[in-house]
């Protein structure tokens, strides 16, 4: 299985952004897929995370502000991302634990979300 990440782009401060992360196969067994950010200069850090059975975790900073879905039937996780701030510029990955073993085993490459103020 691969991930291709998309969706990124220049937005102003106060809109909207969606990110896809596409799989070339099958999501349905893969344990819990996410989405990773890492800003220039900073470590990457964990933005939103949902399980195969539904559980859902974000980052204490983004919630309210972000939603994470999956459509296994599309092999697709998304990330909603509204009331975005210029301190939201990073690229975005999306990765997956495919095993549940705390381990994020696969990486998709970056989509580059740029917020100006």
């Known amino acids: 299985v691969q991930l291709q990440a998309s969706g990124g782009g220049l937005v102003q401060a106060g809109g909207s952004l969606r990110l896809s992360c596409a799989a070339s196969g099958s999501i349905f067994s893969i344990f819990a897929m996410g989405w990773y950010r890492q800003a220039p200069g900073r470590e990457r850090e964990l933005v939103a995370h949902v399980t195969n059975d539904g559980k859902i975790d974000y980052a204490d900073s983004l919630k309210g502000r972000f939603t994470i879905s999956r459509d296994s039937a599309k092999n697709t996780v998304y990330l909603q991302m509204n009331s975005l701030k210029p301190e939201d510029t990073a690229v975005y990955y999306c990765?997956?634990?495919?095993w549940g073993t705390g381990e994020w085993d696969l990486w998709g490459q970056g989509t580059l979300v740029t917020v100006s103020s």
């Open positions: 990765a997956a634990d495919r």
